[in-house]
């Protein structure tokens, strides 16, 4: 029997140093600029390096697009963050979308029934109190299901987002203006009243200040309090919780409560802070784009603000090229995916390395 | 020997995992018709050398020789067209498939099941199993589903048999079933290698041992000229002391008065049945009994982790204060101000969270102290940086996660961790399982120094030497009842056999 040795294998990696780590990431990303300039190349003829220059263009182009870059960061990572603990406690929680649009009606409700009657401050406070207090509902509500009868909470929280959708499609009806249109349009157009204040002259920095302290908050929760190394043992093993003498139905709905309250914080930046309207899309999926930006960031909110940088970025690029190239809208999405395809398996070559056989002359 | 050549040769195997190396220059030769016994502490590097020569790993360098020819095995597959198959301490079994139906899994032939269970039988007979082809996986025994794994790779043809720790699992009467059915494949001209920690098993069964230490071949000896001394001084590298210690208790007072427990899980099965007995202070109580059979619903129960049908539990303090302890859960407990530890038997499932470091797995009983709402994260890393240096557990650092260490440290860390709190109560399930004897003899130490302070030790355990030689008291459960409560100074391994497969009154009977 003479088999003939495989010439290549794979074997774990012990740890790797950071800088190697850093050097394969950007060996992968180089790769997956390559490819996508060559697919570039082949599908529309144009020049990879003008597209490129394009993306960015799309991004730092104009002080205006700089901060909508900014801003839409700023949004996505507040979901992310609102994911993170639930995530690392291994509650799947996909009604980021759902929570968040709930916060959003909540904030809508109260500029649009009580604006008018009470000074600003006190109805921005009242925003602020109902936004979250809506958000905390939606997510409690799978969370006790599941610490009461274990339910699965993915289907749960994902069924509740259809719910938000449809309730909040509801009230768009209701409160529509004019009659007949359909939409609510902008809230308090002359008034103002349940808008934020902006700083300086930047309608976005209040909401990017927001988000920036959320992420501290979070970091420091998740990494130093008692609260935090709970949630993460119940996440391990549920039965090292019990054996550690933690309430873990108690530790499932108070972290729940914590992410939706996050997401309802999301929905009100949204509604107070940038586009003063409700719309059944108003959240765009960052529910779920958030599942992505706290895995891809292993849970850690600095790291989160770098990945939803990169997911941003790809995005408004990918938007730019098609208008400015005239190019079909998927042309965008397949870049975005091939540069995380590359990214993600990058991953692999972290934790593993492929070594050449050595042949049995060399090794005797 | 020489005369021989070998069915299976070894030849400067090196494997390494990143910086570790398991495995370094091997050379090894197994004969027709042996018993080789493979003998080593926990990460000497036994099970990432069968893995190579089972195909699961392939060798960094080194070569191996089948019969005298070079060969490459570089998947399972190529190990089992060669003749070699290896039982792995856990099993790869498919549970709703019948023992016919597993062992002809994957092979290539065209399935008749009715011809299988025959040849299956024939091997069976052949050897002296005892099974039923048409039997169930999920119907059967620990002891009946090692036989399939066994009687899998004999199907295969296998020449050459590879046991990882067959008998970690099995009673003693088990295992001298197996040993018998062994005996019978080394007549029959097949060779077998057994991995084991029991050096007692090594000696009855091998015909030679080959030793390893970190990762090197120290040496081998013929069976009839070792002796247990030896072999443990060749597989540590130092001279070890082999004495269990028994120190008489103290001044015993009542700790934990256990009155008719009774306790079914959640399928309504009956795991305990009117099981009484006391623990005294400065007294280690040994639980015998075949796995399964209450032990762990038993300690659970007094740890506040068993949903309990009847009975009581009493904590006695030292001021003969009574405290029912059933219907508490553990942090309960802790508020009665009864300090009890528990070193349960699933050490990274229970007692300890995988993915963590030891440093965070210190404050995992004690993180809720104080009133500040973040966790003290000084303590720990300084009651995980002194374990490491007192227990000398091996171990890249305090960060490191914990289900990246070997078995042993794992252990290490655990009953540190549970003996740093000043217990009064020590319960331990098979404090030892998987362990090499010079971490096993640091593990019965331990737990001694905490008898001598006057700690009540409840001692689940299997290795019926050790229960006699390290225990005050024995009690042994059979079926979910106490079958015998014994003095350990007087009873012998026999009389505890008997009681782990037999009722009291069934004993008197006979």
């Given amino acids: 029997m003479h088999n003939k040795a495989p010439r290549f294998y794979i074997a774990r990696r012990g740890d790797i140093l950071w800088y190697k780590a850093w050097g394969i990431r950007a060996i992968a990303i180089a790769l997956a600029l390559l490819l996508?300039?060559?697919?570039?190349?082949?599908?529309?003829?144009?020049?990879?390096?003008?597209?490129?220059?394009?993306?960015?263009?799309?991004?730092?182009?104009?002080?205006?697009?700089?901060?909508?870059?900014?801003?839409?960061?700023?949004?996505?990572?507040?979901?992310?963050?609102?994911l993170a603990p639930a995530f690392r406690m291994h509650f799947w929680n996909l009604g980021g979308d759902g929570q968040s649009l709930m916060g959003a009606l909540g904030a809508a409700a109260c500029m649009i029934c009580i604006g008018?009657?009470?000074?600003?401050?006190?109805?921005?406070?009242?925003?602020?109190?109902?936004?979250?207090?809506?958000?905390?509902?939606?997510?409690?509500?799978?969370?006790?299901?599941?610490?009461?009868?274990?339910?699965?909470?993915?289907?749960?929280?994902?069924?509740?987002?259809?719910?938000?959708?449809q309730l909040v499609a509801f009230f768009v009806i209701i409160w529509e203006v004019p009659k007949g249109s359909g939409k609510i349009g902008i809230i308090n157009q002359s008034t103002q009243a349940g808008w934020f204040p902006q700083i300086g002259t930047n309608k976005y920095l209040l909401n990017i200040i927001i988000v920036l302290f959320i992420t501290v908050f979070i970091f420091i929760y998740m990494r130093y309090s008692k609260h935090g190394y709970e949630l993460a043992v119940v996440g391990e093993s549920e039965a090292t919780a019990r054996y550690a003498g933690i309430k873990i139905n108690r530790v499932i709905i108070r972290t729940m409560a914590l992410s939706g309250a996050i997401c309802?914080?999301?929905?009100?930046?949204?509604?107070?802070?940038?586009?003063?309207?409700?719309?059944?899309?108003?959240?765009?999926?960052?529910?779920?784009?958030?599942?992505?930006?706290?895995?891809?960031?292993?849970?850690?909110?600095?790291?989160?603000?770098?990945t939803t940088f990169l997911l941003v970025f790809l995005e408004r690029g990918s938007a730019e090229?098609?208008?400015?190239?005239?190019?079909?809208?998927?042309?965008?999405?397949?870049?975005?995916?091939?540069?995380?395809?590359?990214?993600?398996?990058?991953?692999?070559?972290?934790?593993?390395?492929?070594?050449?056989?050595?042949?049995q002359k060399e090794a005797a | 020997m020489d005369a021989k050549t070998p069915v299976l040769g070894l030849s400067h195997l090196t494997k390494r995992f990143g910086k570790v190396v398991a495995n370094e220059d091997v050379c090894l030769d197994v004969y027709e018709g042996e018993i080789l016994a493979l003998l080593g502490e926990n990460g000497s590097g036994k099970t990432t050398l069968m893995n190579m020569i089972s195909g699961i790993y392939f060798p960094d360098e080194g070569e191996i020789y089948f019969k005298g020819e070079p060969v490459v095995i570089a998947s399972p597959k190529d190990a089992f067209s060669l003749g070699i198959g290896m039982i792995h301490q856990h099993f790869k079994l498919v549970d709703i498939l019948s023992a016919t139906e597993n062992?002809?899994?994957?092979?290539?032939?065209?399935?008749?099941?009715?011809?299988?269970?025959d040849r299956i039988k024939a091997i069976c007979e052949k050897y002296g199993f005892d099974i039923d082809p048409y039997k169930k996986i999920y119907e059967m025994?620990?002891?009946?589903?090692?036989?399939?794994?066994?009687?899998?790779?004999?199907?295969?043809?296998?020449?050459?048999?590879?046991?990882?720790?067959?008998?970690?699992?099995?009673?003693?009467?088990?295992?001298?079933?197996?040993?018998?059915?062994?005996?019978?494949?080394?007549?029959?001209?097949?060779?077998?290698?057994?991995?084991?920690h029991k050096l007692q098993e090594v000696l009855d069964i091998s015909d030679r041992v080959a030793i390893l230490r970190k990762g090197r071949y120290i040496c081998d000896v013929e069976t009839a000229s070792a002796n247990v001394q030896e072999l443990t001084d060749a597989m540590v590298g130092h001279s070890v002391s082999l004495n269990i210690e028994r120190p008489e208790p103290v001044n015993p007072k009542k700790r934990i008065v256990v009155e008719n427990l009774t306790v079914f899980d959640e399928e309504g099965v009956?795991?305990?049945?009117?099981?009484?007995?006391?623990?005294?202070?400065?007294?280690?109580?040994?639980?015998?009994?075949?796995?399964?059979?209450?032990?762990?619903?038993?300690?659970?129960?007094?740890?506040?982790?068993?949903?309990?049908?009847?009975?009581?539990?009493?904590?006695?303090?030292?001021?003969?204060?009574?405290?029912?302890?059933?219907?508490?859960?553990?942090?309960?407990?802790?508020?009665l101000g009864v300090s009890l530890s528990f070193v349960p038997e699933d050490r990274l499932g229970m007692g300890l969270v995988a993915n963590?470091?030891?440093?965070?797995?210190?404050?995992?009983?004690?993180?809720?102290?104080?009133?500040?709402?973040?966790?003290?994260?000084?303590?720990?890393?300084?009651?995980?940086?002194?374990?490491?240096?007192?227990?000398?557990?091996?171990?890249?650092?305090?960060?490191?996660?914990?289900?990246?260490?070997?078995?042993?440290?794992?252990?290490?860390?655990?009953?540190?961790?549970?003996?740093?709190?000043?217990?009064?109560?020590?319960?331990?399930?098979?404090?030892?399982?998987?362990?090499?004897?010079?971490?096993?003899?640091?593990?019965?130490?331990?737990?001694?120094?905490?008898?001598?302070?006057?700690?009540?030790?409840?001692?689940?355990?299997?290795?019926?030497?050790?229960?006699?030689?390290?225990?005050?008291?024995?009690?042994?459960?059979?079926?979910?009842?106490?079958?015998?409560?014994?003095?350990?100074?007087?009873?012998?391994?026999?009389?505890?056999?008997?009681?782990?497969?037999?009722?009291?009154?069934?004993?008197?009977?006979?």
């Fill in chain 2, 103 to 117: 062992i002809i899994l994957g092979m290539e032939e065209k399935p008749d099941l009715n011809k299988s269970a």
């Fill in chain 2, 141 to 196: 025994s620990v002891s009946e589903k090692q036989t399939v794994e066994i009687v899998k790779v004999l199907y295969r043809g296998a020449q050459l048999l590879i046991l990882d720790e067959p008998t970690a699992v099995l009673t003693p009467q088990e295992t001298e079933k197996l040993f018998e059915v062994l005996r019978n494949m080394k007549k029959d001209g097949k060779s077998v290698i057994i991995i084991t």
């Fill in chain 1, 36 to 82: 996508c300039g060559f697919i570039t190349m082949a599908a529309t003829g144009l020049d990879p390096i003008k597209v490129y220059v394009t993306m960015l263009d799309g991004n730092f182009g104009t002080s205006r697009r700089f901060w909508m870059l900014l801003q839409n960061m700023a949004i996505l990572l507040c979901v992310s963050l609102a």
């Fill in chain 1, 116 to 165: 008018d009657r009470i000074p600003n401050v006190l109805l921005i406070i009242i925003m602020i109190a109902v936004s979250i207090s809506c958000g905390i509902i939606w997510a409690v509500i799978p969370a006790y299901f599941k610490a009461r009868f274990g339910t699965n909470e993915t289907l749960f929280t994902l069924m509740m987002n259809y719910v938000a959708t």
């Fill in chain 2, 356 to 510: 963590m470091g030891l440093a965070d797995n210190m404050m995992l009983r004690s993180f809720r102290k104080g009133n500040s709402v973040f966790t003290d994260r000084k303590r720990p890393r300084e009651l995980a940086a002194s374990i490491v240096e007192r227990l000398e557990v091996n171990t890249p650092g305090i960060a490191t996660m914990v289900r990246k260490l070997s078995g042993g440290n794992v252990q290490k860390v655990l009953v540190g961790r549970e003996i740093s709190t000043a217990p009064t109560v020590l319960l331990t399930a098979y404090a030892v399982r998987g362990l090499d004897i010079n971490s096993s003899y640091t593990i019965y130490d331990l737990i001694n120094q905490q008898k001598k302070a006057g700690v009540a030790v409840v001692y689940v355990g299997e290795d019926l030497d050790v229960l006699l030689e390290l225990c005050d008291r024995i009690l042994v459960l059979c079926d979910g009842q106490v079958s015998g409560l014994l003095d350990a100074r007087e009873t012998d391994k026999r009389e505890v056999g008997y009681l782990m497969t037999n009722l009291r009154g069934e004993a008197h009977a006979q």
């Fill in chain 2, 270 to 335: 009956c795991k305990l049945k009117d099981v009484s007995f006391t623990a005294k202070s400065g007294e280690i109580i040994g639980i015998a009994g075949i796995a399964g059979n209450g032990q762990k619903e038993l300690l659970e129960a007094i740890a506040g982790l068993q949903q309990v049908d009847s009975g009581h539990i009493y904590y006695i303090g030292d001021d003969k204060s009574r405290q029912e302890l059933i219907g508490k859960d553990p942090l309960e407990i802790m508020d």
């Fill in chain 1, 321 to 359: 090229i098609t208008t400015i190239f005239g190019l079909n809208q998927s042309f965008g999405d397949i870049i975005t995916g091939i540069i995380l395809f590359f990214i993600l398996s990058s991953d692999f070559f972290l934790n593993y390395k492929i070594t050449k056989t050595k042949t």
């Fill in chain 1, 264 to 306: 309802g914080i999301t929905g009100l930046l949204l509604v107070g802070g940038t586009d003063h309207t409700l719309t059944t899309t108003i959240v765009a999926g960052r529910g779920f784009t958030g599942v992505m930006v706290a895995w891809l960031a292993k849970f850690n909110p600095f790291v989160m603000i770098a």
